[in-house]
């Protein structure tokens, strides 16, 4: 089956440092990855979609020069949260969609910014 | 209005209960629907699509109703390890594929 690998699995850091989360998918070609984010007790709410080798479409509300996507291959999209804030700590999850599996979730990320 | 809405619960119920959870989406043009099972803390993982027919895995069963925008989810015979949130997911269509997801319905099964 589908496996979408996503490091770290949780990361604690502080207030203005910049923090990178990788996801890779590991057996099949990801034509499409989408970033969510979580907090606590509700529900995933889209953050942008990234196709291999195309800038990133973002959501409304979700600043673009804040969490840089980059999907450089088939197979790796990362997202950068750059000059964290607390308000930034949340659950961040990462999604594959590929033709033949459909969507596929990466573990999550979960940051801390203290 | 909320795209995808669910009532949050929780729902306590005894071990071998059927319980039911019930979700409505506001776009009626959307194309898939899925009901996704969320542990605390972790991933979502599939539980099963769901298809106007209504299909069944297991104790699990599921329907789609279009005309009322309306999704169930049955659960038979319900297992001390089926506590979790279950997640109503939508593709609303538009272009680019993107799934919608509801608010979640937490269960917990209790002996």
């Known amino acids: 089956g589908a496996v979408v690998s996503q490091h770290p699995s949780w990361v604690i850091c502080k207030s203005g440092t910049s923090v990178k989360i990788e996801c890779r998918s590991l057996d099949f070609q990801a034509t499409t990855m989408f970033w969510y984010r979580q907090f606590p007790k509700q529900s995933l709410m889209l953050m942008a979609t990234s196709n291999e080798g195309s800038k990133a479409t973002y959501e409304q509300g979700v600043e673009k020069d804040k969490f840089l996507i980059n999907h450089a291959s088939l197979t790796l999209s990362t997202l950068t949260v750059t000059s964290a804030h607390p308000e930034d700590s949340s659950f961040y999850i990462c999604?594959?969609?590929?033709?033949?599996?459909?969507?596929?979730f990466g573990s999550g990320t979960r940051l801390t910014v203290v | 209005r909320k795209e995808v809405e669910q009532d949050p619960g929780p729902f306590n119920v005894p071990e071998g209960a059927t319980v039911a959870f019930n979700c409505t989406y506001s776009?009626?043009?959307?194309?898939?629907f899925f009901w996704y099972r969320q542990d605390c803390r972790k991933e979502p993982k599939l539980l099963m699509s769901?298809?106007?027919s209504g299909n069944e895995d297991g104790r699990f069963t599921a329907q789609l109703n279009r005309a009322s925008q309306y999704i169930s989810l049955l659960i038979r015979d319900s297992k001390l390890s089926d506590s979790a949130t279950y997640l109503c997911?939508?593709?609303?269509?538009?272009?680019?594929?993107?799934?919608?997801f509801g608010t979640g319905t937490q269960l917990k099964v209790e002996l």
């Open positions: 776009n009626s043009a959307s194309q898939s």
């Open positions: 769901v298809y106007s």
């Open positions: 999604s594959a969609r590929n033709r033949n599996y459909g969507y596929t």
């Open positions: 997911v939508v593709n609303m269509g538009g272009g680019g594929n993107k799934l919608t």
